[in-house]
Structures are given as structure tokens and as C-alpha cells.
């Protein structure tokens, strides 16, 4: 069964410093999602990314983030400086045209 | 605003019999609503979905949906250990794609066996 996949599965890194976590969507759907968690907290939208556009953002997806589409089965989000308060489970998913969203498995960011 | 709210229990529900969800909503908008299924450390995972008001049957899961007080349920009978999750509810205001999801916080289901 075709699955989201995301790495790397953990990344910790310093404050201020960028990280890219990587996602490849499941290969014939069209809309491409980030999602967070922070720890004990629910699940927060992010972007969603149709026809290599952002089509929705939330308030969360500041001048920080940034998503892009490099090559036809990549999907990235980029934070540009991280915050302490930017840990959290990253969740990347996908879907076909009927909003059905399946995620993938997560990257937990650890930012110190 | 838009906001889900949930219970978050925790459940706790003898084997074998019927656990019952709910959450509430804000947006009156909203078209599309699912059930996701979270085991501890791991990604949500999609139970069910719904994209009108009324009930959808899937094997031991039935979602109800009752827009006028915008309520939704999940219904899991016969119900297994392996069910112990935290249930999350979330919806759509559109019905296509791109929209992004509001989740609940969702509710700690436990099975005692």
C-alpha cells in the first residue's frame, strides 16, 4: 500500500540554525500538507500546496517557513532560524482530489 | 475562529463493548469531517470520513454527523484492546482539496480487557 514517507525521522539542532525536513507524497496525489504537533497539544495546519503553490497557510506559517516542491517527488518545509518554541512533531501528508488526507510518519524536531 | 472541541478523557471502555466519540464544532461551514486514529509517538492515522450530515457505517466504525448542532460522533463496536488510541476528529470548510484540516485534541480511548 502506497505510504507518505518523511527524513529523517528525528532532527535536533540549535537555536537560529535552519533545518529542512523532507517528505515525498504517496505518487499520484495532486495536494501536499505540513502539519504540527507540539508534545500533548493537537494537531496544528500549517500549508497546504496544490499545482506548485501554496493554495491555504495558517497564522502559524509565518516569514519562518517556507515549502517547496524541488523535483517531482520531493516535498519540503524549510524553517529559516529556529525557535525553542518550534519543536514539535512535523507531519507531512498528502491527498487526491477528495480531501482524504494520509500523513506520514513525522519528523521530531528538537530545537535547543 | 475555527474550533473542535473534544473530551479528553481518558475512556475507558470494557472489551467487547460499543466506545462512543463525540466532538463539537464552531464553523458552520464546515463540509467534510473524519475520524483519525493516534497511537502514542506515531502519525494520525485515518479512520473514517464524512462529507454530509447523517451516518456512514465501515465495518465496526459508524461516524453520525448532525449539523444543526454541529456534533460529530464515532461509534466502535465490539470493541478491541487494540482500539486503545486517542481518537482525533477534524474537518474541512471546503470540499475539495487543499483545505487544510482543524483537529480536536482528540480523546484518550482505553479497552479494558
Known amino acids: 500500500e502506497p505510504e507518505v514517507t518523511q527524513t529523517p525521522s528525528h532532527q535536533v539542532t540549535q537555536m537560529g540554525q535552519e533545518v529542512i525536513l523532507r517528505c515525498v507524497p504517496i505518487s499520484n496525489h495532486l495536494y501536499f500538507y505540513w502539519y504540527r504537533q507540539i508534545l500533548g497539544q493537537k494537531v496544528e495546519f500549517l500549508v497546504s500546496f496544490y499545482n506548485n503553490e501554496i493554495s491555504e497557510k495558517s497564522e502559524i506559517f509565518d516569514d519562518q517557513f517556507s515549502v517547496e516542491r524541488p523535483d517531482g517527488s520531493n516535498f519540503t518545509l524549510k524553517i529559516r532560524s529556529t525557535k525553542l518554541e518550534d519543536s514539535a512533531m512535523y507531519f507531512c501528508?498528502?491527498?487526491?482530489?477528495?480531501?482524504?488526507?494520509?500523513f506520514g510518519p513525522g519528523t521530531r524536531l528538537l530545537v535547543l | 475562529q475555527k474550533e473542535v472541541e473534544q473530551n479528553s478523557g481518558p475512556l475507558s471502555v470494557p472489551e467487547g463493548a460499543i466506545a462512543s466519540l463525540n466532538c463539537t464544532y464552531s464553523?458552520?461551514?464546515?463540509?467534510?469531517f473524519f475520524w483519525y486514529r493516534q497511537y502514542s509517538g506515531k502519525s494520525p492515522e485515518l479512520i473514517m470520513f464524512i462529507y454530509s450530515n447523517g451516518d456512514k457505517e465501515d465495518g465496526r466504525f459508524t461516524a453520525q454527523v448532525d449539523k444543526s448542532s454541529k456534533y460529530i460522533s464515532l461509534f466502535i463496536r465490539d470493541s478491541q484492546p487494540s482500539d486503545s488510541a486517542t481518537y482525533l476528529c477534524a474537518m474541512s470548510a471546503r470540499g475539495g482539496g487543499a483545505d487544510g484540516l482543524t483537529f480536536g485534541k482528540g480523546t484518550h480511548l482505553i479497552i479494558q480487557p
Open positions: 464553523d458552520r461551514g464546515s463540509q467534510s
Open positions: 501528508a498528502s491527498s487526491e482530489a477528495l480531501m482524504t488526507q494520509y
